[in-house]
């Protein structure tokens, strides 16, 4: 008679267990996504300010994001990945109690401080737990599947944006500013209560030296570069595309933009595991081959037939960019900086968002909307040339 088995119960796969992860990272990025369209109606259509001023207060988180990148990467380095996200996601809600503040002021420049701090700490929010959910992801199923951690998490705040912008402007509709500081309190809230049921991973336990942020940048600037280089498209067709089609006289913009989202979640779906299976270098080679693609056929469109299927290139194209990029970037750092090199690695698309817009904005005005997508095509070509001949086969430091 045999004995009784004891086998334990299978491993969820590597998609379960980035699930919760994503979700985290889903209600953290609602909070970013759904005061943005927001903003600009409270501060210019109820407290009176003018473009410039909604300009500045609505892009100066992406600047604190930017400049706190490298203490959320050192704090998740020393203190873990659940810490991070546990720090980030409270602050995230305390921004939005400080937005909710400003709406008991009279509208004027004190109303408007009020504001910007909870700009300035909804930046930090933001650095902490994102840098906290992907490190975390990364520990959870391995660096083998770092493409993977970086897809999911990729979809969550393409999501995230997708949804809060006109949910934020219905909100506002309804509620007005109140309703989205009260949103912006309670969604991150229920991000805290998924991280505080999962199981952290291990921290690295060794080296304890604290690295400057310009050693890792020096690991990680080729790939974030390339990466960087890479996503110019997205920030084209999100903000230019509507206008590019009024200017050609064409109806179905909205088609468009649906088709180039449906592409790049489509590619991510079905295939995240490809950085990882077959190398970053590579799928992001194939990837920006695609959007180059898309965006001469948009440069070129006769009609909208073409720029319709010129958005959907793209789309494909651009949606394992960041993934492959991130295979490459990781793989070149050890542990113990893991924190603080995801932080390096994704300012770079920040910059490249924060730079792209008003770039591609003079370049419409100096030749028509048709050169956006061949100066975007240019710019892919030199994300090329980083990953043909930049990123070379470099080992862990």
């Not at 693609?293 to 651009?318: E, K």
Request: glycine residues 14%; positive net charge.
């Amino acid at each position: 008679m045999n004995p009784p088995s004891h086998s334990s119960a299978p491993e969820p796969s590597p998609a379960k267990r980035l699930l919760p992860l994503a979700a985290i990272v889903l209600f953290g990025f609602l909070a970013v996504g759904l005061p943005l369209a927001a903003l600009p109606l409270y501060l210019h259509g109820v407290l009176g300010f003018d473009t410039v001023t909604v300009g500045w207060v609505v892009g100066i988180q992406s600047l604190a994001t930017v400049l706190t990148r490298q203490f959320a990467g050192n704090y998740c380095d020393r203190h873990g990945s659940k810490a991070s996200a546990l720090a980030g996601l409270p602050l995230a809600a305390l921004a939005g109690l400080i937005y909710l503040a400003s709406t008991f002021l009279p509208a004027g420049n004190a109303a408007l401080g009020v504001l910007v701090i909870g700009r300035l700490l909804m930046g930090l929010a933001e650095s902490l737990f994102l840098t906290g959910t992907m490190t975390w992801g990364i520990g959870r199923i391995g660096p083998a599947r770092t493409g993977m951690v970086m897809a999911w998490q990729g979809i969550a705040m393409f999501a995230a944006f997708g949804i809060g912008s006109p949910s934020g402007i219905a909100v506002m509709q309804q509620w007005g500013f109140t309703g989205v500081s009260i949103a912006t309190i309670v969604l991150p809230l229920i991000g805290l209560c998924i991280a505080l049921a999962l199981p952290d991973t291990a921290k690295f336990v060794g080296g304890r030296v604290r690295q400057s942020m310009l050693s890792v940048i020096g690991l990680v600037w080729r790939p974030g570069l390339a990466m960087a280089l890479g996503t110019v498209p997205f920030s084209v067709i999100t903000t230019f595309v509507v206008l590019y089609y009024g200017d050609k006289g064409w109806a179905g913009a909205g088609a468009s933009v649906a088709s180039f989202t449906a592409g790049y979640i489509a590619i991510r779906l079905f295939w995240a595991h490809l950085p990882d299976r077959l190398g970053g270098r590579k799928v992001g080679i194939i990837s920006v081959l695609i959007q180059i693609a898309g965006l001469l056929l948009l440069w070129w469109a006769p009609s909208p037939l073409f720029a319709l299927a010129g958005c959907v290139l793209t789309g494909m194209g651009l949606s394992l960019v960041f993934p492959a990029m991130g295979v490459e970037a990781m793989r070149h750092v050890p542990p113990e900086r893991r924190g603080l090199a995801v932080g390096c690695f994704v300012a770079f698309i920040d910059l490249s968002t924060a730079i792209a817009g008003p770039l591609m904005g003079a370049v419409i005005g100096l030749a028509g909307y048709p050169a956006v997508f061949l100066c975007s095509a240019a710019l892919c070509v030199a994300a090329l040339g980083l990953m043909g001949w930049g990123l070379g086969a470099r080992r862990v430091a």
